[in-house]
């Protein structure tokens, strides 16, 4: 019995000091689009306030369906404002979404030369036979992209040659690994210091798609067990120093 005590004391003393080792952290569900610009805002906070940040990349709609099956996320930064509107009417949010920034969709390609002119007439294209999109049912960027493409009356032309990434990321893959020819993707991404000045891309005006107001709300599960570190994290995205962050990639903040 002693010496069952003493290992567990042992135990204990090993997690605790295990604990302060480790230091303070959160866990952020990240829509993809924001995955490369999270990169400098996780390193920013943690040089201000010392906590790490874990980062969870995901379409909206895949994250906020974990968010529903209890995943353990302190804090949802999405990529339109459904999704974590709908996290807070059913109580897995603390307080209604914040609209940190405005998302600007881009079309892109990196494995053909392509003249992209503002009608996308060049998607009609022979020479062009994939088209990638994020999944519009989950992905904001890829209802977008659905928006643009009809209403240059080209949807109808283009669908059979549409291919469905789960999320922008894996829009991103198949765009850079050249598995197809073109595709929808958000202007962080082609800006971003992995994938600047690859292959060539075009703008597509944000008044032929409703606008990718892009929210972020702090989750009941951080509410309840990382109060302070996810109120400091929700407060830090709205700095200037995070706003600068963030047009660097290519955001709107008006």
Not at 180 to 187: I, L, Q, R, S, Y
């Amino acid at each position: 019995m002693k010496m069952i005590k003493i290992v567990l004391a042992a135990v204990i003393i090993f997690f605790t000091y295990s604990k302060i080792y480790a230091g303070p952290k959160i866990t952020v569900a990240v829509a993809a689009n924001v995955q490369y610009a999270m990169e400098e805002l996780k390193a920013e906070f943690k040089k201000e306030t010392g906590i790490d940040v874990t980062v969870i990349i995901g379409s909206s709609g895949q994250l906020t369906a974990q968010i529903k099956e209890g995943a353990p996320y302190d804090i949802f930064i999405s990529a339109d404002m459904k999704y974590p509107e709908a996290l807070f009417r059913e109580k897995a949010a603390i307080d209604s979404p914040r609209v940190y920034a405005r998302g600007s969709l881009v079309v892109w390609t990196t494995g053909k030369v392509i003249t992209f002119d503002k009608k996308l007439n060049a998607l009609l294209s022979k020479k062009i036979s994939k088209i990638a999109i994020a999944n519009p049912r989950t992905a904001p960027y890829g209802s977008a992209a659905v928006e643009a493409l009809k209403h240059f009356g080209i949807y109808g032309k283009v669908k059979n040659k549409l291919v469905y990434g789960e999320s922008i990321a894996q829009v991103n893959q198949f765009i850079y690994g050249s598995a197809v020819d073109a595709g929808f993707t958000a202007k962080s991404v082609v800006l971003s210091p992995q994938m600047k000045g690859k292959g060539s891309w075009m703008v597509i005006d944000p008044g032929f798609y409703k606008s990718i107001e892009q929210g972020c709300v702090i989750l009941k599960y951080g509410f309840d067990n990382h109060r302070a570190e996810s109120k400091k994290f929700f407060d830090f995205l709205f700095s200037q120093k995070a706003k600068n962050i963030l047009l660097k990639y290519g955001y709107i903040l008006k």
